[in-house]
Each structure stands twice: as C-alpha cells, then as structure tokens.
C-alpha cells in the first residue's frame, strides 16, 4: 500500500497521501481472526502534477529503478525524464551508496545525474521494486496478475505523454493528437487493450446524446479543446490509477478474511493537517477530516472527562477548551455548507469556479472562521482575488484554499466516450477494475452524480460512528525538525505543533486530573481473594479506603468519587504491583490495614466522647441562650409600649442636622444676619421644649406626637428654605457681579486689542506713506532740478539770442547812423555844388522805419520772455473775468462757494492781489520795523524769490491736501533794532505748520514755546497767512518737511482748532 499511496513532499519522504483505518479483529479468546483495511481520499491529482520538490507515488519510480529489463522493455518504462507524468517534479531516485551501482545512466534522469540519488534510511527504490512484488506474491497474486498491475501503471506513464494541439482543420475549435505523441498513444491503447485509433477518438471528442430523435436519443460527437482533451487524458489516467489502487486494498481485504469478531483492534492513520503555498481540494477535504477528528479529540478526552469529574464531585479546576463545530458547521452544513454549495454548483450546465467562490462568500459573510483571502498574513495568498479562492480559520491555523480546480476534482465521473472506451477493452483486468463503477454509471447524470466530496463525508461518517462506539486512545505525531534528520530538536516547531492540535489544555487536564480511574465494587473483586476472610468481608467502598491508606498513599495521589476511586497518573500502576506482590508483602499489608481498621475505630470512640462533651456545652449555651431572648423580648414589649415616645423624640432629634445646616446658612449670609439667627434661636427652643413635653407626659397620644413633630418639620422646612433661597439669591447676584466683571475686562481686553491692532495698521499705513511722500518728494526735487536745468539753458540760449540781437541792432544802428550822416554830407555837397541827389532807397527806408520803430518803445518797457508772455496770454483767456471784483467778494466766494472751477479761479486771483499787496509791504516797510508778524519762515519765503518753474496744469475737481511742518527761528525786537544774530538767545524758536488745499494755504499753525499757538484758517485770516503757493514754497522739496494728516489734527485739534471742510466736500 505504501508503494501505490505514499509519496515524497517537502515535509516527508513517504508522506501517505491518503486516509487508511486498519482493523485487527479478535474471536471471544482474544485470537486474531482475521482483519479489513478501510482507505479514505487517494490524491488522485498527484498523479497528473506534483510540484518541484515533490514525486509522484512511488511505485511509478521503483518501476523504472528496480524492475527487470525484459518487464521495462516489454512495458516501454525508461527513466523518469521521459514521462509527462514524472518530470514536472524531482526525477531522483532514492538509493543507496550499494544500490546506486546498480543503476545505469538510461534509467537516470538528467537531475539525478547531476545531483545524485536521494538518501533516507527507510527507502530504496531499486530494492523496494523486490520487496513490492514480493509482498503481492504473498497477498496471493500470480505472475500474470502482477503484470496486470505494473502494465496499469505503465500505461498511466504512457497516457500522460499523450499531448494535443488545435486542428486547423476542424471548423468547431476541435484538436488532435500532436504527432511526436503518436508512439505514446499507441502504446498506451496496446497496454490498455484497446484500439489506437478509438482511443484518439475518445480522448478528442466526447459522445452526448439529446433526449430528442426516439427512445434512446440522438448520439452527437462534440470535438473537444486542447485544455478539455488535456483533463479528459488526466480524468482517465486519475481513474485507471485509482481502480488499481482500490483493487489492491480489495485484495489485501480478501487475503485476511474473518467470519466472525467479538473483538476488535482498530488504528487510523490519517493524513495530518496540511497547508500548502497553494491548497486545493484534497487540502480542504484533509483538514475537513482533521477538524471531526479534533472535535472527537476534544469530546473524548475534555468534555466526557470533565463530565465525569462533576458527576463523580471531584473538585477538578475546569479547563476551557476551544470548540470547533462551527468551523465544521461552515464546511458540511446541509443546503449551506461549502460540500452542499459545491455539489450544487457542479449539477449546473455550467459550473464557474468564480460562481461557487463567491456564492461561499454571500452565503457565509460575516463568519469567523471564513475569511478573504486578501486577510491573509502570506504575501502569495494576498495576490488571490476574491472571487479565486477563500481562507478558513481551522483549529491548528488559517489556510487559504484556491478554488479553480474544486468543480473539476469533486467529479471522479469520465465522459462517455473514455466509458464506453473501457467497456470495450480487449483486457479482462481492465475490465476487472472498472467492473463496479461501469454498474453505477448506467444510473448517472448530470443531477444525479455522486460527487467526490459526498463519497468523502459519507465515509468520515461511519468511521467517526465507528469511532465512538470503541474506547479511544490518541497518538499524536510530532515533527521534530524541518529537515527530515534524525539527532535535532527543534523546540520552537514542536511547541507550536502541540499548540495547534489542543494539546497545552490536555496537558493542563492531565495535571489536575485522575486519569486512571475504577469502581469500588471491580477494585474490591479483583483484590478481595488475595486477603483474609475477615477484611474480605469489608464494604468495598472502607474496603478500598483501608487499603488505600495501609499503603500509604496520600490524598493528594487519590481521589474518592461517587462510584469510583480517581489515581493521579501512574499511581494505580503503583498500587496494583503492590497488590500483586510477594505473600510476605502482602502479609504486611494486611497487618496494616488491620492496625488501620483498630486505629480508626478508636478514633470514632475518641470522637463520640467529644461529641457528648460537646453536647453538654452545647445544652448550657443555650440555657444562657434562653435568659437573653427572655431579656430581649421584655425589652421588646417595652419598646412597643413607649415606642411612639423615643421615635418622637429620636425624630425631633434628627432635625438638628438641619439647624446645623440653617446655621452654616446664616454664616453665609451678608444682609438680615441677626434676624436669621433669632429666628434660629427661636426654632431651637421650640424643639427643647417639645423634647421635655413627651418625655413628661408618659400618657400622651401618638397623634400628639407626630403632630409636635410635623409641626417643628414644616417650620425647620421653610426656614431652611428661606434660607437657601437667599443664599442662592445672594450666590447669584455675586455671580452676576463677577460675570459682569469678567465682561468689563473681556470688553477692555477687546478694546485694547483692537485699539493695538488698529494702532498697528495706522503705523503701517504710516510707515507706508512716509515712504510714498518721501518718493514723491524726491520725484518733485529731481523734477524741479531738472526744470532749473532746462530754465538755465533756457535762460542761457535767450540771453545770448538777446545778446546777438542787440549787437545786430547795434551795428545796424550804426550803419544807419553812418548812412545819414554820409546823405547829410552829400546833401551839404549836393546844395554846395547845386548837383541832383537822389532818392533813399527801399531798403534804407525799411531802415528808418525800423530804427524809428525801435526808438518808439518805451524807455522803462521790457521786452518779455516768450513764457511769460504765454502766461499772459493764458490768463487773458480765463472763464471768469475777477479783476473787477472787491477783496470781500472774492473771500465769501471762496468760504462758501461749490462751484470748483470759479472756487479755484477766486482763489487764483486772491493769491494774486495778496502778493502784490505784501510785495508792495515789504518793499516799503521801514528797516526797524519787528518781524513778529511774518507770515511764513524765512526759508520759505527765500525760496519764493527764486524764479517758479511753470506749474503743471491739473484739472480742477482734483486737489490733493498735504501738510507740511517745519521749524522757525524768529528775531524779536531788540535783535532787529541792534542787528542781533540769529542764533542769539533773544531769538524766538517754534514750529510752524501749514495744510495746503491743493497749491494754496488751508490752515496754517505756529506753536511757540512761550506763548499760545497762532492758528489761521483761509477765508478768515488771509492777510496773516502764507500768500505763496505749494510749488513757490519749495516745501515738497525739503526732506522731513511733509507729514501725515493725523500728525497735523492732533497738534491742530490739542490747540483747538476746529474742523476742516474741504470745498469739494461741501453741500451745496
């Protein structure tokens, strides 16, 4: 069996890759009679693939290794590279160092010559092959019969080299034979007994048969793919590998029969819980029989145990287990579970891998034990999409299974063609094997098919059925290392083996439990013959107890229960070699177990004199016992009588509480302090003098009572009220105080903060245009430069231009001069000599016009510059004609006028007149006469003798205000009169501030130390103002002389000065 179902993987090197439940069974003697092998789930998918690690089953190998030349010459077997079926895994052999030369290199695969043969203790496949055929020879197959079964396995090999490609000839997508592959077919149809030219058929095509066209049905030949010929090619391969598989366990069966057992020995070894980096089918169904076997695990050993610890009353700590029935709840469920789902999916007319994935995950969202696969902590499962596969959280771990290959694998059942192609087999082995399952498909369709899945739980069903009805001991297998050597222990590996299969809560049940255990009535029948009559008279229960303490055994090694006596673990072991021992041990035992029954009844007697003493004292306890209960019952019709009384009293008394609390009241109080505490007073009396009326009066009235009482109630009651309703009222208005406090300073801390934000922005703005009036300045002084410049060369060009003209009239003069005076002469000539003279000339005519011309002008008249003769010109064209209007007029125009234009044109003339009447002034002031009157600083009127550059011309409705500060140093009279410097101490120094409305003065301001400041607004105070306009004063040119509005208001608004109303914001 383990030739034809056991198989190399990566964690063993004959790993049984299928279930097995051997039985050895034993007649009413205890003789073995006969025995029967049961075999569960063969992993048929092995035979078509193995992964690169892995082999095949190794009966595959020891054909090609160990048989005869003639058999592998006959059967066509050469070396494992040459075999589909073979070299998609490891192609070694194993060997040994002895058997290896035996080998030739045509039996050796590439990997094997390179690497060498695979070495383990228990395997050789050149030997085994002996071994093998001798063991079927032992089992009572013939020679023939052994071909049979190696011609099945060769024919597998021979099958799996079969390959096909698509037929461009077929017009349905069909597929053929490759043609290196014919050799394989032929061989594989003359080992199978068939014709080759039936088996291509079969394995290119299916035959389906339509329910129309008569009784039996009209028969269509459906060409099949490449990928369909594949998985029928491995479906029959899968099923002629399996039939042989299941007739050797038949024959094994045959060669140990038994009519009848009264007994029998059982022992299952089944495949262990496994986890692949990819999990199919013969995966989950493993782990689906490991999860039945682990709830058995559970139930035999924890539950039914701890069950007979509670019935017996053994106070054993109970153990907590964890119960797995949900996790096979979620894989046999009946209508839900994945074995019904899958069934269900597979009778579709199109089953989809995908469909039957996610039909698991709706019908089972939400499930502890079934998760995505994307959960899962390996990287290589994470790749798996939802709907390719699911995770289940298992007993011993979770495993992700991929589900494309389920459908196919839960279905064992060849199509028609490759059926009826073994039906026609020339073999009878052939027929042999296939004999049972060619009775069932006759009965088989489509939704009547038994799946592979069904067949697996049906089998689990009656072993674990099976498994209940015996007494049970478990074996558990642990792996020791990872490498597959002997001599290493890996601690961490196995302690997660033993935590995975449940095994730490055994552990902890076995080292507080009894595990060994027996009736009291079997202990005293199997000892009772080997003691004297008289202590084999003895209950069996102080039979067993007697015994048990003769030997010296502690309670802490026992345990007695309801019906059995409990011994700790190899305890009854140790008392049943005792009990078995020597006679002169034995004698000895029983003179201990004597003195113990002699040492026991001593101590009862012992025990009942105490007892009697005890009772003795016990009766005086309770005669004292009796006189205080007669106390308290006097004292209890006592209580009923005055009880009304002190529960007044006590009552009136627990009011005082209260007053303490109606005082602490008072003390908080500001207002009403003295009449609180009289009232207090009062109310304290009130109660003193209740308290003596019920004690004085031992006849008065329960009612009388709880009248005085509920009285003094009410009035603590109310006056606690009044109380605490003034002490809220007085808590509310200091809380109105401090919340209106809080709000005061919030508001003032807002103010300040907004004060402080504004006070920033105004610095800002400020700074900002400070620097703007600072370029602005520079501009106008780089600007008037440059116009001084140009006026200089200007000047200069005119100057000379007058110069030449002036010498021109000069010469021409005196060429004219020289003319007449030569015509004077000739003239003179002329009358002395009486000769004709003639005429003058046109051109000395123009002469004489022009020299008359020149001598016209006016002596003290000058000849203009063209600039102002255009200045003139422009204000002879002016809009309104001012020249004839009186000082007054022009003042109240100005004042109040909204007109901007004859506004601007009045203020233009005003200027003007007061030029000329403080140039007149100044011209004819006396020398003595005080500059206390000045109207501007000495700089500023310096700078209005230089000659101003022409103004540039800007329309009307637009003036700008600017404000100007600079200081000023003026001498008194006495420095006048003595010519004094200026920078002497009689000087008077100041500031003076000017508001310019456009060209002209608005307001002007003079702050002087000793005395108060001069403030002057336009239209009132005209003759003491500054008459100059901005561009004469020069003082956009002076640096630091500009300042800001606000810098003039608060200087102009601290002297009290009023408002200023611009002329364009006036109402008209």
């Known amino acids: 069996m383990e030739a034809f179902g056991n198989a190399k993987t990566t964690r063993n090197n004959n790993s049984s890759r299928f279930g097995k439940f051997i039985e050895v069974h034993f007649d009413s003697r205890c003789q073995v009679v006969g025995g029967f092998i049961s075999h569960y789930l063969l992993e048929k998918s092995r035979i078509c693939r193995q992964s690169e690690h892995e082999r095949n089953y190794h009966v595959f190998y020891l054909l090609c290794a160990g048989a005869p030349d003639k058999l592998r010459e006959q059967l066509s077997i050469t070396k494992p590279d040459d075999f589909h079926y073979l070299n998609s895994g490891c192609t070694q052999y194993f060997t040994t160092s002895v058997s290896e030369k035996k080998l030739n290199n045509s039996q050796k695969s590439q990997s094997h010559l390179m690497k060498g043969g695979l070495r383990d203790t228990m395997l050789d496949d050149i030997e085994d092959f002996t071994n093998m055929d001798n063991a079927l020879g032992r089992l009572g197959l013939s020679d023939a019969e052994r071909l049979n079964i190696y011609t099945m396995v060769a024919s597998v090999l021979h099958l799996g080299n079969v390959a096909f490609e698509d037929n461009p000839e077929d017009t349905k997508g069909g597929c053929q034979v490759c043609g290196s592959s014919e050799k394989s077919l032929s061989i594989a149809a003359k080992l199978m007994g068939v014709d080759p030219g039936e088996l291509r058929q079969a394995l290119v095509s299916r035959v389906m048969q339509s329910s ?6 009209t028969v269509i030949m459906v060409p099949l793919k490449v990928y369909e010929a594949n998985n029928a090619r491995d479906a029959l391969a899968k099923a002629l590998y399996s039939n042989l598989f299941d007739y050797i366990v038949q024959r094994i069966n045959k060669s140990i029969p038994f009519k009848a057992s009264s007994y029998y020995i059982g022992v299952l070894d089944i495949a262990g819980f496994e986890y692949f980096t990819v999990n199919s089918f013969e995966q989950f169904c493993i782990n689906y029989c490991n999860e039945k076997l682990q709830q058995f695990f559970n139930e035999r050993i924890l539950k039914d145990e701890q ?3 509670q019935r017996e009353a053994l106070q054993v700590p109970k153990i907590e287990f964890r119960d797995n029935q949900d996790c096979i709840d979620l894989i046999e469920s009946k209508g839900t579970g994945i074995f019904a789902i899958l069934d269900e999916e597979s009778k579709l007319p199109k089953p989809s891998a995908e469909h039957f994935t996610m039909e698991v995950h709706q019908k089972w969202a939400g499930h502890f034990r079934l998760a995505l696969p994307r959960t899962s902590r390996l990287k290589a499962h994470r790749d798996t999409r939802d709907n390719e596969g699911f995770m289940i959280r298992h007993f011993a771990g979770a495993v992700c299974y991929r589900t494309g290959q389920f459908i196919e694998k839960n279905n064992d059942a060849l199509h028609a063609s490759l059926e009826g192609l073994i039906q026609e087999s020339r073999n009878p082995f052939l027929q042999v094997l296939f004999a049972s399952s060619s009775n069932m498909s006759q009965q088989k369709g489509k939704l009547t098919f038994s799946s592979v899945g069904s067949k697996f739980r049906t089998q689990l069903g009656e072993l674990m059925d099976k498994l209940k009805s015996t007494g049970t001991n478990f074996i558990r297998c642990i792996k020791p290392n990872q490498k597959m050597v002997d001599h290493q222990f890996e601690g961490g590996s196995i302690l997660s083996q033993l935590e995975c299969s449940g095994m730490t809560s055994v552990m902890e049940l076995m080292q507080n439990g009894f595990p060994s255990r027996v009736p009291f009535a079997d202990l005293y029948n199997m000892y009772h013959k080997y003691l004297p009559p008289r202590l084999a008279k003895l209950e069996p229960r102080v039979f067993c107890k007697a015994l048990l303490k003769a030997l010296g055994m502690t309670e802490n090694e026992y345990r007695f229960g309801v019906t059995k006596v409990f011994f700790r673990p190899g305890k009854f072991v140790e008392f049943d070699s005792i009990m078995k021992s020597d006679p002169e041990n034995l004698a000895s035992m029983v003179a201990k177990v004597h003195k113990w029954l002699l040492t026991s009844k001593w101590k009862k007697t012992q025990w009942c004199a105490l007892s009697v003493i005890k009772l003795k004292y016990k009766i005086l306890y309770r005669r004292a016992c009796l006189i205080t209960i007669q106390k308290n019952v006097r004292m209890f ?7 009304p009384r002190y529960k007044g009293i006590t009552k009136i008394n627990s009011l005082q509480a209260k007053l303490l609390q109606m005082e602490a009241s008072i003390g908080q109080l500001k207002k009403d302090k003295q009449f609180s505490l009289s009232e207090l007073k009062k109310l304290q009396a009130d109660m003193t003098s209740a308290i003596q009326k019920i004690k004085r009066d031992e006849k008065i009235k329960p009612a009388e009572v709880d009248e005085l009482y509920t009285h003094l109630l009410n009035t603590t009651n109310s006056q606690m009220n009044q109380l605490q309703k003034k002490v809220q009222e007085q808590k509310n208005a200091e809380e109105q105080e401090r919340l209106r406090k809080i709000q005061e300073e919030m508001e003032k801390e807002k103010r300040r903060k907004e004060e402080e934000e504004r006070r920033k922005r105004e610095e800002e703005e400020n700074r900002r245009r400070k620097i703007e009036m600072e370029a602005r300045r520079k501009a106008e002084e780089e600007e008037r430069r440059r116009q001084e410049e140009e006026d200089k060369k200007a000047a200069a060009i005119l100057q000379a231009q007058l110069e030449k003209e002036a010498l021109e ?19 003179r000539l002329a009358q002395e000599t009486n000769d004709q003279l003639e005429e003058m000339s046109p051109q000395d005519n123009r002469s004489r016009s022009a020299c008359t011309e020149i001598r ?29 209007w009186k000082y007054s007029e022009l003042r109240d125009t100005i004042n109040t006028s909204c007109d901007i234009e ?11 007149r007061l030029k000329v ?16 009157n000045e109207r501007a600083p000495r700089s500023v009127m310096d700078a209005a003798t230089r000659v101003p550059r022409a103004a540039v011309k800007t329309p009307i409705n637009i003036t700008s205000q600017r404000y100007f500060r600079i200081p000023f140093v003026r001498s008194t009279a006495a420095n006048n009169l003595t010519g004094g410097n200026e920078s002497t101490s009689g000087n008077k120094r100041g500031w003076w501030y000017a508001h310019f409305d456009g060209q002209y003065v608005a307001r002007q301001m003079e702050l002087h130390p000793e005395k108060p400041a001069i403030l002057l607004v336009a239209g009132v105070d005209d003759m003491q103002m500054c008459e100059l306009s901005l561009d004469e004063t020069g003082l956009t040119r002076k640096r630091g002389a500009e300042i800001l509005e606000h810098e003039f208001n ?3 608004e601290r002297h009290g000065g009023k408002e200023y109303v611009a002329p364009a914001n006036r109402k008209k």
């Open 856 to 884: 016209s002008l006016p002596p003290n008249k000058l000849n203009r510059s063209e600039l102002v003769r255009s200045v003139q010109a422009a204000q002879g064209k002016q809009k309104y004609d001012l020249s004839k």
């Open 809 to 827: 009239n000069t010469r021409y003069r005196e060429q004219l001069e020289q003319e007449r005076r030569d015509h004077e002469l000739a003239l």
């Open 902 to 912: 004859l506004l601007e044109a009045c203020r233009i003339e005003f200027h003007r």
């Open 637 to 643: 019709l006592a209580k009923r009588i005055h009880q």
């Open 212 to 217: 129309r066209g008569g009784l039996k049905g």
């Open 917 to 932: 009447y403080h140039a007149w002034k100044a011209k004819n002031k006396r020398k003595t006469t005080m500059d206390e």
């Open 1050 to 1052: 608060r200087e102009w």
């Open 307 to 309: 069950d007979l610890y």
